[in-house]
């Protein structure tokens, strides 16, 4: 199911309702349905950008860790398997940029943020 979250101050953002749940969990909102008031706009882009911080620090010891395990031969390096392998995903920093970006103009702009409305 897809969420479309609509501002006056940007153009729609569509993303997938499995995706959203993360940022939907953090910022304590509803699936379904719902709004970031022009209020909440400032907590909820601090809560976004500091949870981006942590899972780009997670990400950077687990590269550092599996490197290690490469170098010591305790996993095989699959770099030559070619880019895009199966094993890659998406970043929590990449699927909530949209959103963050959006979150950024309704602050300017001092409008909120709806979704399932």
């Known amino acids: 199911m897809l969420i479309t979250f609509k501002s006056k101050a940007a153009a729609d953002v569509l993303m997938y309702q499995e995706h959203a749940k993360p940022i939907f969990s953090l910022l304590n909102k509803s699936s379904t349905q719902g709004v970031i008031t022009s209020v909440e706009i400032g907590p909820a882009i601090a809560q976004l950008e500091a949870k981006i911080v942590a899972t780009k620090a997670d990400a950077m010891v687990r590269q550092e860790t599996?490197?290690?395990?490469?170098?010591?031969g305790a996993l095989p390096d699959d770099k030559d398997e070619g880019e895009?392998?199966?094993?890659e995903c998406v970043s929590f920093a990449t699927r909530s940029y949209p959103l963050l970006q959006m979150l950024r103009a309704a602050q300017r702009n001092n409008v909120d943020v709806v979704w399932g409305i």
Not at 66 to 72: E, P
Not at 84 to 87: H, R
């Open 66 to 72: 599996r490197d290690i395990l490469v170098d010591s």
């Open 84 to 87: 895009g392998n199966a094993t």
